[in-house]
């Protein structure tokens, strides 16, 4: 009886050693992880058109800041399903910090806006970009709106706060260097150029470039020319010119150029 149990002892005892070492290798992983969890959560969003994934978790936003500067964080609006992970640390970070003369993380204004309008600068199937913008005049705040979607379900990635407003007499509120496309799937539309240029080192924006008889077309030896076929060529590098609006940018310039310098 002695021997028999002495056996199953030393047949248990290797397999707690390895449980055991498994078990500090697994604390140690953690640790070093910064304590994160070593399986991945599972992917997070919400079904449907990102414009109006992202409206949805807005105009609550929005709503909320009616209420106070830092309202929204008290309804727990960053546990929304379309705010990513990283953006709700990001915006954690200011949590009880706004005041009403602070420009707010999301909405990208100071103030609070009478209503919001978007505008999509390119949409594809797993990523997107939105600028939203506020109706109220003299709010020239934009927020651009990162967007990746898996499985359909769509997911606010990061909100970048920039700056709508035309500026000084003589300059551009959009001034970029890209290549013009006018063969372009859906949704954007194929009836008018586009300019494919890079932004926050990430080549694939896309805005429809609105012409009419005030444009000015440089062409690579510097000689204006028409703005036509003769010039403009698919994936032609190009400095582009104008002003922003709701829509696409209506184009003051279009330059050749012989590069254009992409982010490794």
Known sequence: MFMSRYFD??????????????L???????????????????????????INVTLGFYEDWLLAKNTGPNEPFVQGLLDYEQVGAELKEKLK??????????????????GVPGGLRTLPVYQQEEAAQILVMSTTKGQAGQAIVDM???????????????????????EFSFDKSGFLLKQVPAPLDSNYWHL?????????????????????CVNAEGDTVGCDDNLLKETMPA???GQMSEVGVEVKRIEVVETVSISD
Request: a negative charge; aromatic letters at 6%; one cysteine or more.
């Open 9 to 22: 002892r030393s047949k248990l005892l290797p397999v707690l050693l390895v449980a055991g070492v498994l």
């Open 24 to 50: 500090i290798i697994g604390l140690i992983v953690w640790a070093t992880s910064g304590g994160r969890s070593l399986f991945p959560e599972p992917w997070k969003g919400v079904a449907g058109d990102p």
């Open 93 to 110: 970070a200011q949590e009880g910090q706004l005041t009403d003369e602070t420009t707010d993380p999301v909405l990208c204004q100071v």
């Open 148 to 170: 990746v979607a898996k499985n359909g379900l769509w997911q606010i990635t990061n909100i970048t706060c920039g700056n709508a407003e035309t500026g000084p007499q003589g």
């Open 196 to 216: 494919v240029y890079e932004e926050a080192g990430v080549l694939g924006h896309a805005v429809p470039l609105f012409m009419d008889a005030e444009t000015v």
């Open 239 to 241: 400095r582009v010119q």
